[in-house]
């Protein structure tokens, strides 16, 4: 299976990230629970911890101990994260491995489709955040809209910070491929 759709929502994360302005860390996001850093720290951290937990074939933690990344650098540990986590994903035979996530057990495949959901989700609600253009991918967010309406069920949504997934919300009718793929996810349009 190629990665391409993972490097795909890495790009645009990366895009979303490098706008970013210091003075925004502290705005609010669509993920209600969440400011700007946070967003940025879940990003950046995810780029490294797919990657690590892919390579180790279990998680070691849920990826929300990782540090702050928010005051430093954190492109080039964005960019590290997401070389080491392509590499990993790209591997004979990583697709097919079994990896022992904090909430079950997945093939690498199915764990690759996460992470991509969730860089891509997270670019979303960083663009809309600091006042970027959040129209982002539109044919791998209608890839990713098909994939997540297949594999998310009513179980892993609820309250903000006790679900992994908000109730699906109504999108307008003229919503882009991107903003209906975060209806689904739970957020606001």
């Known amino acids: ?20 302005k210091p003075d925004q860390m502290d705005d609010d996001t ?19 911890w797919f990657g690590t937990t892919m390579d180790a074939g279990v998680s070691e933690g849920d990826g ?10 954190y492109m080039s540990v964005f960019d590290d ?4 986590s392509l590499d990993a994903f790209a591997k004979p035979g990583a697709q097919e491995k079994m990896v022992k996530l904090p909430f079950g057990e997945f093939p ?7 992470a991509t959901t969730d860089q891509f989700a997270h670019a979303w609600d960083l663009a809309k955040a600091t006042g ?10 209608k890839q990713l809209l098909d994939g997540a309406r297949a594999t998310i069920p009513d179980a892993f949504r ?3 910070g006790k679900a992994p997934f908000g109730p699906a919300c ?6 882009s491929p991107a903003d209906q793929l975060a209806a689904f996810l739970g957020r606001t349009v």
Not at 34 to 40: A, E, N, P, R, S
């Open 81 to 84: 994260g997401v070389k080491k």
């Open 1 to 20: 299976m190629s990665t391409q759709s993972l490097q795909d929502a890495f790009t645009a994360a990366r895009g979303i990230l490098e706008n970013v």
């Open 170 to 175: 109504d999108a307008p009718a003229d919503a």
């Open 108 to 114: 690498g495949g199915a764990f690759m489709g996460l």
């Open 158 to 160: 609820g309250p903000d």
């Open 64 to 73: 929300s101990d990782l540090p702050d990344f928010s005051s430093s650098d």
């Open 30 to 48: 669509p993920c209600a629970s969440w400011k700007v850093k946070d967003l940025v720290n879940h990003i950046v951290g995810g780029a490294q």
């Open 132 to 141: 970027q253009d959040a129209n982002l991918n539109p044919e791998l967010a």
